[in-house]
């Protein structure tokens, strides 16, 4: 085989899979990344929403406390109460007690000398309680605190109580905010654009340029809406995407690779057929066809090995196929028949009954001098065409009558003929019937289905009553195994076995 050149066609179709093996493994590595990142994402809100929610109880809890203590406002046991519960209370900065819209005093500040007006609330709940979001403290304008009021008492959170959420690694953010989105507790990291996610009827996961959950509080009106960004795998460090980029691009590159020969070995599987036929590179081997009731050799069947340029060995299934389908199976033929009566001479001209089996393709037997070249080798090597079986595969419907006359030739020349791979093709009693055969082969499928499939086997059954009723023999392909020989020899006593039971196909000296 001369060297075969890449071309043009051939790199552009690996690189195009190179680039798609490329793409592939960046949205795999993609996926991945965004699986690895939502337990992350979901471990954060969860954690912010907790705590969330234990700043707002502890509020509420104080205020209940604070209220049902009874003392009097601003009283000397009032301030204790409120200074011991702020002792107590990590999440909370200050305790108050208001009067109208104004504070009197509180467990940080003491008695006010003049009291301090409260801002607007953000919220008055049903349940009475007034909030405060991300104010100014009115006791202390340097710090922006939430403010809880019920009743006469108002407590402060503490700046510290989302410490541990502040300052985030900027992948991480969050926004602490009312089931209706409208006001924000808190934010945490970049939140733009986190608002319009809270879809408060609708909590749960969506994906977006980061990802970003929802989750919340059945008992506050809290929710927590978080956000992980940099899940894109090209914004990962730059050696790990190139890295995944580059191992699809080589995996699918050598795929494209691997198909781009085997498009041109099999492109040029024709030409190397024909030449290593010309070249003389067709050997045969003979596989023995075995009677079953004496397990005597009473044949062999033909069949025909080609090694490609390398010498290695093309499949007949396949090289058959081509020279068919290329128009050249008659050399193949020729070959076949050449090669086969000459090293066959021996035993086919003896005194034992020895018959050889050759394999025809339809428009072999539909040519008349591919008939006269057989007949003609037959009379050189001193050969009776009785010992001569031509085996069909009947596969067509189309050329009944033009086969039925080709067959009536060859039996009137005193050949024999078979009908190959019975049972796979279209072959129909009445067409048979009218055939002048001498025998069938069963195709292997039936033979292997013995004991195993119930229907392929009951069709073993009726190809040996077919065989019986026609009054033809009967060769069972594909023998493996005795208790197969068993069923055949007990449904048709005069059976033909062929398999590897009895032999593989061997080349001649070895038989
Ligand atoms: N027109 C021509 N066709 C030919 C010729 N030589 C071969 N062929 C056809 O090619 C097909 C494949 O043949 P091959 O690979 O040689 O396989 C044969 C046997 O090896 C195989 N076999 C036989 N016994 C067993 C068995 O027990 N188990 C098993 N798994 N396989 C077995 O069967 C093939 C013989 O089949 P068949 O011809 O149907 O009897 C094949 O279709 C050949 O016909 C040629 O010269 N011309």
Not at 372 to 384: A, C, F, H, P
């Amino acid at each position: 085989m001369g060297q075969m050149r890449t071309t043009w066609a051939d790199r552009v179709t690996i690189l195009a899979f190179a680039a798609v093996g490329c793409i592939l493994f960046l949205a795999i590595g993609q996926v991945t990344l965004l699986e690895l990142s939502w337990p992350q994402l979901a471990a954060y809100l969860d954690k912010v929403l907790d705590r969330s929610v234990a700043v707002a109880r502890a509020g509420i809890d104080t205020i209940a406390v604070i209220d049902r203590s009874g003392a009097e406002i601003c009283s000397a046991s009032d301030l204790g109460n409120m200074r011991y519960e702020l002792f107590l209370n990590e999440y909370l900065s200050d305790i108050g007690r208001t009067v109208g819209n104004r504070i009197l005093c509180s467990a940080g500040w003491g008695q006010l000398s003049n009291s301090v007006a409260l801002p607007e609330p953000i919220r008055r709940q049903t349940s009475g309680t007034e909030l405060w979001a991300n104010a100014r403290s009115p006791l202390d304008p340097r710090l922006v605190v939430d403010m809880a009021r019920r009743g006469s008492v108002i407590v402060f959170t503490s700046p510290s109580a989302f410490k541990p959420f502040e300052g985030s690694d900027g992948t991480l953010a969050a926004l602490v905010v009312t089931h209706d989105g409208r006001h924000v507790f808190r934010a945490f990291g970049d939140t733009r654009g986190l608002g319009a996610r809270l879809t408060a009827a609708q909590p749960g996961f969506e994906f977006g340029p980061r990802i970003t959950a929802v989750s919340c509080a059945g008992t506050f009106d809290i929710c927590v809406v978080a956000a992980l960004s940099n899940v894109n795998i090209l914004r990962q460090p730059a050696p790990i995407w190139l890295g995944i980029g580059a191992a699809g691009a080589v995996t699918a590159g050598c795929v494209g690779m691997v198909l781009v020969q085997r498009r041109r070995v099999l492109a040029s599987l024709p030409q190397q057929i024909r030449r290593a036929v010309s070249l003389g590179r067709l050997t045969m081997a003979y596989q023995p066809l075995v009677r079953l009731s004496d397990r005597r050799m009473v044949g062999v069947e033909a069949l025909a090995r080609l090694t490609d340029d390398r010498g290695r060995p093309i499949p007949p299934d396949i090289f058959i196929a081509i020279a068919e389908e290329k128009g050249f199976i008659g050399v193949v033929t020729r070959k076949v028949i050449s090669l086969t009566l000459t090293q066959m001479r021996g035993r086919l001209t003896g005194d034992e009954a020895f018959d050889v089996h050759i394999n025809f393709a339809v428009t072999d037997l539909l040519d008349d001098r591919l008939l006269t070249y057989l007949d003609g080798e037959v009379s050189r090597l001193g050969i009776s065409p009785a010992r001569v079986v031509i085996e069909l595969t009947e596969r067509s419907t189309a050329e009944h009558d033009r086969l039925r006359e080709a067959v009536e030739t060859l039996r009137r020349r005193g050949y024999k003929f078979f009908i190959d791979d019975f049972g796979t093709g279209y072959s129909n009693l009445a067409y048979l019937a009218r055939l002048p055969i001498n025998g069938i082969k069963m195709d292997k499928m039936f033979t292997k289905a013995i004991g195993k499939a119930a229907a392929s086997s009951a069709i073993v059954d009726t190809i040996c009553a077919t065989a019986r009723s026609l009054n033809v023999e009967l060769v069972a392909e594909g023998v493996e195994e005795p208790e197969q020989a068993a069923r055949i020899l007990e449904l048709f006593p005069r059976a033909v076995g062929q398999g590897w039971l009895f032999g593989k196909p061997v080349p001649a000296e070895h038989l």
